[in-house]
Nanobody, 122 residues
Framework: QLQLVESGGGLVQPGGSLRLSCAAS????????IGWFRQAPGKEREGVSC????????NYADSVKGRFTISRDNAKNTVYLQMNSLKPEDTAIYYC???????????????WGQGTQVTVSS
């Protein structure tokens, strides 16, 4: 079964950190751009960050630049999103997706995970 599985979400206080993981099973991530997206209650899904197949090119939403870092370990078939200096407005369900660079930047992808909840609250 081909799937992506996110993990690492949870409840954290403002200013805290979390590291999300996106692991693939049934296929290799080497050939895919990976994107992180999030959706807060009552809001549309938005792109957070994406990383090219080699990891040499990354993109970030303005709202997370300087706070979030995306990385990948192809040997572990996993992509990470390190989130620092978290704010209440970062609260959302975070999803990862795999596809071509063009597709992921456009907000689509071939494979999607089920999401992991991130809640930033005191």
């Amino acid at each position: 079964q081909l799937q992506l599985v996110e993990s690492g979400g949870g409840l954290v206080q403002p200013g805290g950190s979390l590291r999300l993981s996106c692991a693939a099973s049934g296929f290799t991530l080497d050939y895919y751009t990976i994107g992180w997206f999030r959706q807060a209650p009552g809001k549309e899904r938005e792109g957070v960050s994406c990383i090219s197949t080699s990891g040499g090119i990354t993109n970030y939403a303005d709202s997370v630049k300087g706070r979030f870092t995306i990385s990948r370990d192809n040997a572990k078939n996993t992509v990470y999103l390190q989130m620092n200096s978290l704010k209440p407005e970062d609260t959302a369900i975070y999803y990862c997706a795999a596809g071509t660079w063009k597709a992921v930047v456009a907000g689509t992808g071939d494979y999607w995970g089920q999401g992991t909840q991130v809640t930033v609250s005191s």
